[in-house]
């Protein structure tokens, strides 16, 4: 067998001949171009007038593989978050949660969750139940933060932490998604640095790692709770042995996905561990691996911890901003909007790690002007907020710039909008808009 556009390590190839028979079809595969794919904000595409062209994805009807990769970062409808680009394979994970019935009480932890695309699905898919998406990395986390704001996502918390740390906080959840750091395998076609950088010890180390990772994470794991296992790996050890592992313990047992044959996925099944490989050769998307267990150990839930009373802050600037049944609280200035049931994980957390997501962010006060935030101008609560300005292209890319837009306006607050989508805030003086933009996302 030749691979000769790049070579691939030689022990991988060794492998993988020994996991699939078209191995040809699989190397050639890896020397064609990797897929573009976004996912569409629900919410926000039916408020907006934008038109997305692509092909459905077949296992998340809110994927679209995209003709070509355009320049993200230069589309305000991206900075809007009415879409989020990411990789087709990770996008079943929607279909994935079918399988799964939680209840609006239950709660949901993504332990490994940075840049955020599977985070995004788990809030849409659950919407009524509070999520907790971690990151152990302290840049990362606030990618992940600024991902989750974008979408507008609510009853949402963002920590830097580990599934150890998380221990502290006594809370038991009822899904927990560990997208495991592993090999990177599956990103082959996409990175070549990952091709680079692959060893068998590296491969090795990943595997014992996940070990640990999931031996602390299923702690955390409540009495009949679910969890999700993926990587973006073809490796066994860091896939289906890792299953068969924790089956093999006795406490936990595979569930079953129901897949198409016609999708193209390769169900695994080892000694009752049941796993789905997608392989890039079978279908539109690059590498990927996904099983779920559910807990059968009998492990009483304790109660939710008591928290000092949620008293709710006054505040007149808010006229046209839609809180639903949240609480407003007012810490050192800065406002946030809370459910009962999120302040009271919340409080939870503070013990467990740094919260950097909480509440919805309403704003601050400065003298005795109310600033709103950029996480309300991303958010649902303002869809009928007014006064509004549509701008065109030109005009919102400027502004995404952190640049004033020289337009006359009604003095005060103005939602600034694109294709009918809020890109942000910004003061008007009457003569020009002031941008409100923090000046970490603005683009260049």
């Not at 409540?222 to 066994?236: A, D, E, K, V």
């Not at 003086?429 to 996302?441: D, E, F, S, T």
Request: charged letters at 25%; hydrophobic letters at 35%.
């Amino acid at each position: 067998m030749e691979n000769s556009k790049y070579s691939l390590p030689e022990d991988f190839l060794k492998r993988i001949a020994s996991q699939i028979e078209d191995i040809d079809s699989f190397v050639d595969s890896l020397n064609g171009v990797s897929p573009t794919f976004i996912r569409v904000n629900r919410h926000k595409l039916n408020l907006s007038d934008a038109h997305l062209e692509g092909t459905s994805l077949e296992w998340n009807d809110d994927g679209i593989l995209l003709s070509d990769r355009p320049r993200f970062n230069q589309d305000p409808l991206y900075h809007a978050g009415l879409y989020y680009p990411m990789e087709g394979s990770s996008m079943f994970l929607k279909h994935a949660l079918s399988s799964i019935s939680l209840d609006e009480n239950a709660l949901i932890l993504d332990l490994c969750a940075a840049p955020g695309g599977k985070t995004l699905i788990l809030k849409d898919y659950f919407p009524h139940n509070v999520l907790v998406s971690n990151e152990i990395d302290g840049k990362r986390v606030h990618v992940l933060k600024e991902n989750a704001v974008r979408w507008g996502t609510d009853e949402h918390l963002v920590i830097n932490s580990d599934a150890e740390r998380l221990q502290r906080s006594d809370l038991l959840f009822d899904l927990i998604l560990v997208d495991a750091p592993c090999s990177g395998e599956g990103l082959f076609r996409k990175d070549e640095k990952s091709r680079e950088e692959w060893t068998l010890d590296r491969a090795a180390g990943c595997a014992v790692r996940q070990m640990d990772i999931l031996d602390h994470t299923l702690d955390l794991l409540s009495s009949g709770g679910y969890l999700i296992y993926s990587t973006c790996t073809y490796n066994p050890d860091e896939n289906i042995n890792q299953i068969k592992r924790l089956i093999n313990d006795g406490y936990y047992e595979s569930i079953e996905i129901d897949i198409p044959d016609d999708w193209g996925i390769d169900r695994i099944e080892s000694e009752g561990a049941i796993g789905y490989q997608f392989w890039p050769h079978h279908i539109q998307g690059e590498g990927f691996f996904i099983s779920i267990i559910r807990n059968k150990e009998d492990k009483e839930k304790p109660e939710l911890p008591r928290t000092k009373r949620l008293n709710s802050a006054k505040i007149n600037s808010l006229q046209g901003v839609d809180l639903n049944d949240k609480t407003v609280v007012d810490q050192n200035g800065q406002l946030f909007a809370f459910t009962e049931r999120e302040w009271t994980i919340y409080n939870a957390l503070l013990n467990s790690g740094k919260v950097v997501k909480k509440g919805l962010y309403l704003g601050e006060f400065k003298g005795k002007d109310f600033i709103p935030s950029h996480d309300l101008a991303c958010h649902p609560a303002i869809d009928t907020f007014t006064p509004t300005l549509e701008l065109d292209l030109e005009q919102a890319l400027f502004y995404l710039k952190g640049n004033a837009l020289p337009v006359q306006a009604e003095k005060g607050v103005i939602k600034l909008t694109f294709q009918g989508i809020s890109i942000g805030f910004g003061k008007s003086n009457g003569q020009r808009i002031n941008n409100l933009i923090p000046k970490h996302l603005r683009i260049h």
